[in-house]
């Protein structure tokens, strides 16, 4: 059961679109958190690439839950072509302490497993197991020992070419630099692979990361992978840890991913955002983001 937030705590809710948001939708969202919170403002977010509006209030004694006003706020602006969220308490009120978000199709633009399975003549029938297992169809972890075996044999330095071709989700650096800039902390947790995400989160200055590691023998991939698969579970297990690590109350943390084996770290976060995602993250997501612009998360925010 949802409860409503603490009188006197922040209620923020954030609108976020590719194009200009409608007036009657900026009315509208008033007139939701009006429904928990007194002294509702409206500020303008935006920044390059999205439009962003935030309505901010203070919750008051008896007002509706913030879970309530998210829900009743979303159908609307989904109708619209809008993304919306509402948070409250530490979130709403002092930003992300910490932000983990998933790495292939929602940091970066790519699939990392499908670049390299185009050297090895696999990627079509290696994408079409990534898509399954994204929706949530396949185990995680079966799923990528089968598609990791197709690259059996693969001379090793084609990692050097994928990780010359991959390219950040557009926004990704602005919200890393956002996060660092408030203070927060961010953490690459992936699916994919360590040799590829390690130097880009080198390159940004990111705190933490974990990846699945590509097993090398002879200068040639095996085909397997080396240690415990970053599986759903293992996901959600490191977004605790780094939190406790950084001392950091699970209520400010954000978690950002696309795919079925995100859902347990987008659950126990503050706010779970579906980036892009496949229907049934978007379904159990705290929000979604369905335009490509990666920092528009700070505008469901209200940042």
Same mark, same amino acid.
């Given at each position: 059961?949802?409860? %409503?937030?603490? %009188?006197?705590?922040?209620?923020?809710?954030?609108?976020?679109?590719?194009?200009?948001?409608? +007036?009657?939708?900026?009315?509208?969202?008033?007139?939701?958190?009006?429904?928990?919170?007194?002294?509702?403002?409206?500020? /303008?977010?935006? !920044?390059?690439?999205?439009?962003?509006?935030?309505?901010?209030?203070?919750?008051?004694?008896?007002?509706?839950?913030?879970?309530?006003?998210?829900?009743?706020?979303?159908?609307?602006?989904?109708?619209?072509?809008?993304?919306?969220?509402?948070?409250? =308490?530490?979130?709403?009120? &002092?930003?992300? =302490?910490?932000?983990?978000?998933?790495?292939?199709?929602?940091?970066?633009?790519?699939?990392?497993?499908?670049?390299?399975?185009?050297?090895?003549?696999?990627?079509?029938?290696?994408?079409?197991?990534? &898509? !399954?297992?994204?929706?949530?169809?396949?185990?995680?972890?079966?799923?990528?020992?089968?598609?990791?075996?197709?690259?059996?044999?693969?001379?090793?330095?084609?990692? /050097?070419?994928?990780?010359?071709?991959?390219?950040?989700?557009?926004?990704?650096?602005?919200?890393?630099? $956002?996060?660092?800039?408030?203070?927060?902390?961010?953490?690459?947790?992936?699916?994919?692979?360590?040799?590829?995400?390690? %130097?880009?989160? +080198?390159?940004?200055?990111?705190?933490?990361?974990?990846?699945? #590691?590509?097993?090398?023998?002879?200068?040639?991939?095996?085909?397997? #992978? $080396? =240690?415990?698969?970053?599986?759903?579970?293992?996901?959600?297990?490191?977004?605790?840890?780094?939190?406790?690590?950084?001392?950091?109350?699970?209520? !400010?943390?954000?978690?950002?991913? /696309?795919?079925?084996?995100?859902? &347990?770290?987008?659950?126990?976060?503050?706010?779970?955002?579906?980036?892009?995602?496949?229907?049934?993250?978007?379904?159990?997501?705290?929000?979604?983001?369905?335009?490509?612009?990666? &920092?528009?998360?700070?505008?469901?925010?209200? !940042?």
């Amino acid at each position: 059961m949802s409860l %409503p937030p603490v %009188p006197g705590s922040a209620v923020r809710a954030g609108l976020v679109s590719a194009r200009p948001i409608p +007036e009657t939708l900026v009315r509208h969202a008033v007139a939701v958190i009006e429904q928990g919170a007194d002294g509702v403002s409206v500020t /303008d977010t935006s !920044r390059d690439g999205w439009f962003g509006l935030a309505v901010a209030g203070t919750a008051r004694p008896g007002g509706r839950s913030h879970a309530e006003l998210g829900t009743e706020l979303r159908g609307p602006a989904t109708a619209l072509g809008v993304d919306s969220a509402v948070t409250a =308490g530490p979130l709403a009120a &002092d930003g992300v =302490g910490l932000l983990v978000t998933d790495v292939d199709s929602t940091f970066v633009t790519a699939e990392v497993i499908e670049l390299i399975a185009e050297h090895a003549g696999t990627r079509e029938m290696v994408a079409a197991v990534t &898509d !399954r297992a994204m929706r949530g169809e396949l185990d995680f972890a079966a799923s990528l020992r089968e598609r990791v075996a197709t690259l059996a044999g693969l001379d090793a330095r084609v990692l /050097d070419e994928v990780r010359a071709a991959v390219r950040l989700t557009p926004g990704a650096r602005e919200l890393v630099e $956002a996060v660092h800039a408030a203070g927060g902390t961010v953490g690459l947790v992936s699916g994919g692979f360590a040799e590829i995400v390690r %130097p880009l989160a +080198e390159e940004l200055g990111i705190d933490h990361v974990v990846a699945n #590691t590509l097993e090398v023998d002879g200068g040639q991939l095996t085909g397997r #992978t $080396a =240690g415990a698969v970053v599986d759903r579970a293992a996901k959600e297990r490191h977004l605790r840890a780094w939190a406790a690590e950084d001392g950091v109350p699970l209520e !400010r943390v954000v978690a950002v991913g /696309d795919g079925a084996n995100d859902l &347990d770290m987008l659950a126990v976060a503050g706010l779970g955002v579906a980036f892009c995602a496949k229907p049934v993250v978007q379904a159990e997501a705290h929000a979604a983001l369905t335009f490509p612009r990666l &920092d528009a998360v700070l505008g469901l925010l209200g !940042r």
